[in-house]
């Protein structure tokens, strides 16, 4: 059977990225340009540097892929694009990048939901296993999705307002900590107490999430602190403030699990790089006897491998789009 190469980009935010996956899994090479250290000045994404650093990089990114691989665009079945949802200006550079050279080089165009991407980060080292709920938590982005088969997704629910990634930062923001908020939070929340009274966000029959509720009880509880002349004790809110994101997360992914009869869990997204998140969900799975699946570290943030990936499965399915594809800034996945 003949080998299937995808040439893969991904631009939805902040990272610049190009990847090559044989057959779906193998990742053959892989370059990530981030910005992190250019956003972390102003403390989050700002939309217009983000678009302007991706035309600076896209064309190292894409030439060093190809020279890490000893390729050529010329042995590439297909080339996979992220075309939404994520900041429009970012997602545009990547596209057309992919469009050129789908046009250059007369490649099928095949278009990468971004949800779809971090789902498939989950089979880059061993293969998904159907039926599934993937719970998919990043800084845009906190959704249910169940999975009968490959490249079937039934939205189960998502978040109303912030997403759970970007509560954090805002979070760490009104504490003191730096950008990124997540992996700050995270580590302080080991260190603390749950001693804060703070809102479990949403806690209601749906699969829907909102954590602007959350978030503003602790600048209310921040705010009332310092007023009081009291000193805010950071890891003990950190902990409090994660702890509620875990409690609705857990209660309402386990709550898919049972109602879905699925015994199949799959975390996506760069909030599944979260200790917390990921201990918590051990523990509950052991107990129910679910099979958990988390990517790598790596594979969790924003990257092309994961595009790939997913790349893959639709060229097979014929999800193939021409030059008129154009970028979505919000998109339900299905």
């Given at each position: 059977m003949k080998d299937t190469y995808i040439f893969a980009i991904e631009s939805s935010c902040d990272e610049t990225a190009a990847?090559?996956?044989?057959?779906?899994?193998?990742?053959?090479?892989?370059t990530v340009s981030t910005q992190?250290?250019?956003?972390?000045?102003?403390?989050?994404?700002?939309?217009?540097?983000?678009s302007r650093k991706h035309i600076e990089n896209i064309t190292m990114v894409l030439e060093n892929t190809l020279n890490e691989a000893h390729m050529k665009m010329e042995e590439m079945d297909a080339i996979a694009v992220t075309y939404g949802p994520g900041l429009i200006g970012s997602l545009l550079v990547g596209l057309q990048a992919a469009?050129?050279?789908?046009?250059?080089?007369?490649?099928?165009l095949v278009p990468v939901h971004h949800i779809a991407g971090h789902i498939y980060a989950n089979n880059i080292e061993k293969s998904m296993e159907f039926p599934l709920i993937a719970l998919v938590v990043s800084g845009g982005h906190t959704e249910l999705v169940y999975m009968k088969e490959d490249y079937s997704f039934e939205f189960l629910g998502g978040t109303l307002d912030d997403a759970v990634g970007?509560?954090?930062?805002?979070?760490?923001?009104?504490?003191?900590?730096?950008?990124?908020?997540?992996?700050?939070?995270?580590?302080?929340?080991?260190?603390?107490?749950?001693?804060?009274?703070?809102?479990?966000?949403?806690?209601?029959?749906?699969?829907?999430?909102?954590?602007?509720?959350?978030?503003?009880?602790?600048?209310?509880?921040?705010?009332?602190?310092?007023?009081?002349?009291?000193?805010?004790?950071?890891?003990?809110?950190?902990?409090?403030?994660?702890?509620?994101?875990?409690d609705i997360l857990?209660?309402?992914?386990?709550?898919?699990?049972?109602?879905?009869?699925v015994k199949n869990l799959i975390i996506a997204g760069g909030v599944a790089a979260n200790k917390g998140l990921r201990d918590r969900f051990e523990k509950l799975c052991q107990e129910k006897n679910v099979n958990l699946t988390v990517p790598p570290l790596k594979y969790c943030t924003d990257n092309a491998v994961m595009i790939g990936a997913a790349g893959y499965y639709a060229y097979k399915l014929g999800r193939i789009s021409d030059l008129n594809l154009n970028a979505v800034a919000t998109e339900k996945l299905n």
């Amino acid at each position: 059977m003949k080998d299937t190469y995808i040439f893969a980009i991904e631009s939805s935010c902040d990272e610049t990225a190009a990847a090559i996956v044989k057959n779906g899994h193998e990742v053959i090479a892989s370059t990530v340009s981030t910005q992190i250290a250019t956003h972390a000045l102003f403390g989050g994404v700002v939309p217009e540097i983000a678009s302007r650093k991706h035309i600076e990089n896209i064309t190292m990114v894409l030439e060093n892929t190809l020279n890490e691989a000893h390729m050529k665009m010329e042995e590439m079945d297909a080339i996979a694009v992220t075309y939404g949802p994520g900041l429009i200006g970012s997602l545009l550079v990547g596209l057309q990048a992919a469009k050129t050279l789908a046009f250059i080089y007369d490649k099928p165009l095949v278009p990468v939901h971004h949800i779809a991407g971090h789902i498939y980060a989950n089979n880059i080292e061993k293969s998904m296993e159907f039926p599934l709920i993937a719970l998919v938590v990043s800084g845009g982005h906190t959704e249910l999705v169940y999975m009968k088969e490959d490249y079937s997704f039934e939205f189960l629910g998502g978040t109303l307002d912030d997403a759970v990634g970007e509560a954090y930062d805002k979070v760490a923001r009104v504490i003191g900590l730096p950008y990124p908020g997540g992996p700050a939070i995270d580590k302080l929340a080991h260190e603390g107490k749950d001693t804060y009274d703070l809102p479990i966000p949403l806690d209601d029959d749906t699969y829907n999430f909102s954590f602007s509720g959350l978030k503003s009880a602790v600048i209310n509880v921040n705010h009332n602190e310092l007023d009081r002349g009291n000193k805010i004790r950071k890891e003990d809110l950190a902990c409090s403030f994660q702890n509620r994101v875990i409690d609705i997360l857990t209660k309402k992914t386990m709550k898919a699990l049972e109602e879905k009869q699925v015994k199949n869990l799959i975390i996506a997204g760069g909030v599944a790089a979260n200790k917390g998140l990921r201990d918590r969900f051990e523990k509950l799975c052991q107990e129910k006897n679910v099979n958990l699946t988390v990517p790598p570290l790596k594979y969790c943030t924003d990257n092309a491998v994961m595009i790939g990936a997913a790349g893959y499965y639709a060229y097979k399915l014929g999800r193939i789009s021409d030059l008129n594809l154009n970028a979505v800034a919000t998109e339900k996945l299905n």
